[in-house]
């Protein structure tokens, strides 16, 4: 074979392996986030920082900032919102602020009725007081970049 022949023969080896390669990073990108059915609901028991939940908002997760205080409505709005974590494992996080504890930080988003949410996703959404699970499961599901199979 000529050395030109090999040349042209490597060349198009090395430009095969590169689309091929460049093929699969796509394809890997588009399918990169399946979440495992039954997979643990993303629940902390204190305010995520905003670092944090920009990778889950990229990643199709919806932030929910639950503020509470020490009462009856706040209770049951606790198991309103972990429940809904639990519906939605995978695509729900929930951090869990208490009021007093992070009195800053609830004033700084303009917080003064228990319980509130703040539900992140590709807007904001606000919800103070109580509010029905299907109502707040309703709010979350508008939120999501690319709709999921919970919220249909």
Do not use: H, W
């Not at 198009?12 to 643990?40: E, K, N, T």
């Not at 807007?123 to 029905?132: H, K, M, N, P």
């Amino acid at each position: 074979m000529k050395r030109d022949t090999k040349k042209k023969i490597f060349s198009i080896f090395v430009l095969l392996m590169f689309m091929g390669s460049s093929i699969a990073y796509a394809v890997s990108v588009v399918f990169q986030r399946a979440p495992a059915q039954g997979q643990q609901s993303l629940v902390y028991d204190k305010p995520l920082a905003d670092s944090e939940a920009s990778k889950l908002i990229e990643n199709n997760i919806v932030v929910a900032d639950f503020y509470y205080s020490n009462n009856a409505d706040s209770s049951a709005a606790d198991s309103t919102i972990t429940g809904l974590a639990q519906d939605l494992s995978g695509y729900l996080a929930v951090d869990k602020i208490n009021a007093a504890k992070y009195k800053s930080l609830a004033d700084a988003n303009g917080i003064t009725q228990f319980p509130s949410f703040v539900l992140k996703g590709t807007t904001i959404d606000t919800v103070s007081g109580a509010i029905s699970k299907q109502d707040l499961k309703s709010r979350i599901c508008q939120l999501y970049a690319q709709p999921i199979a919970a919220c249909a």
